[in-house]
């Protein structure tokens, strides 16, 4: 699905904490497991990825290391701390909001 | 792959224009341009032509000039200079040639104590002294503004700021530069030193020539370089 930007920053920015929180990753490394990870359920432009990394690193939630990798550099970027702490406020509110849309959906005078 | 010598180089000038600082806004492309090269050898690994990899890579990834766009419209990734230029390039000059003033004398003073703790008598003779007389004021009341001025205007050069804040700093750092003064009494018994800043009205005509000398010095190689900034990104766009 081609989900609206606006609906996909806030996603994007949920889930690239998340995957960030197992591992550092490079940007390739993260399309290929937010393709995996969403079960291919959700598509964005993957140079969108780094607006969004870039981002999350200024603000102090992410920062990046570079790496040469078989002759390639790689920017590998791990969350923070206050990444972490982040993550977690952004994981209830996200759980809050579908849980209510779930409510709704399953409601059967909606249905 | 989008190698670095063919992508158009208007991308990184708008990029840094915009205000994204010059460090991240190469790295940010090279990612871009690593990540599409990895996307065409994956596609190339499962049996895509060239051309088909590199059509799918281009689908995947976006454009470069969408990437520029996105990247335009987060304005959390401008650097605090292109928020606050007059902070940057006409303050913080003047902040910088104070520091390194104060911190300059204490290194002299540093030295000397530390020369005159391993036992030199520091007299007139002293090449020490010798050396700070012959060094230390060209260096202090020259060298420094003019090289803390031109510093700035370097940075604000590269990152493509607009002239006015940084010209605006070599003024001010030159002109404070101007202010300060610096001595070296060579008295056979007991040489001293001495540095102040302030302004005398009997020595104005001096204080001015050098504030003027110093500005030129600096200000004019600076708007030629941005002149020169100038016309090439004219003939590039």
Redesign the interface.
Same mark, same amino acid.
């Given at each position: 699905m081609h989900a609206s930007s606006s609906l996909m920053s806030g996603i994007s920015e949920l889930l690239l904490l998340r995957l960030l929180s197992e591992r550092q990753m490079?940007?390739?490394e993260l399309?290929r497991a937010i393709r995996a990870a969403t079960r291919q359920a959700i598509s964005v432009?993957?140079? @969108?990825?780094?607006?969004a990394l870039?981002?999350l690193e200024?603000?102090g939630w992410l920062k990046a290391r570079r790496c040469t990798v078989n002759g390639?550099?790689? @920017?590998y970027y791990a969350l923070t701390r206050a990444g972490l702490r982040h993550l977690k406020k952004i994981t209830q509110e996200w759980r809050r909001i579908s849980g209510g849309v779930d409510a709704a959906l399953l409601d059967a005078r909606y249905a | 792959m989008l190698a670095m010598h063919n992508r158009p180089p208007r991308s990184l000038d708008r990029l840094i224009q915009a205000g994204i600082a010059p460090r991240?806004a190469r790295?940010?492309l090279?990612?871009?341009a690593?990540?599409h090269?990895?996307?065409v050898a994956e596609r190339q690994a499962l049996g895509d032509s060239d051309h088909d990899a590199t059509v799918a890579a281009g689908a995947?990834?976006?454009?470069?000039r969408?990437?520029v766009a996105?990247?335009l419209?987060?304005p959390?990734?401008r650097s605090w200079t292109h928020r606050r230029p007059s902070i940057a390039f006409a303050l913080a000059p003047v902040l910088s040639f104070a520091l390194a003033f104060v911190a300059s004398l204490l290194a002299l003073i540093a030295l000397v104590e530390w020369r005159k703790a391993h036992g030199d008598a520091l007299g007139a003779a002293s090449p020490v002294i010798h050396w700070i007389g012959t060094y230390a004021g060209p260096y202090l009341l020259w060298a420094l503004p003019c090289a803390v001025a031109a510093l700035f205007a370097l940075a604000a050069a590269r990152r493509r700021e607009s002239s006015i804040w940084p010209c605006v700093g070599i003024v001010a750092v030159c002109c404070v530069g101007a202010l300060t003064n610096f001595s070296v009494s060579m008295s056979p018994d007991a040489p001293s030193m001495g540095a102040g800043v302030g302004i005398g009205t009997d020595h104005l005509g001096a204080t001015l020539l050098r504030a003027g000398s110093a500005t030129a010095l600096v200000l004019l190689p600076f708007l030629r370089a941005r002149w020169l900034q100038r016309h090439d990104l004219a003939a590039l766009s």
């Open positions: 490079y940007g390739y399309a432009g993957e140079g @969108v990825l780094y607006p870039h981002s200024r603000r390639r550099t790689r @920017v | 991240r790295r940010i090279q990612e871009f690593e990540h090269a990895d996307v995947r990834l976006g454009t470069e969408q990437l996105t990247l419209g987060r959390e990734l």
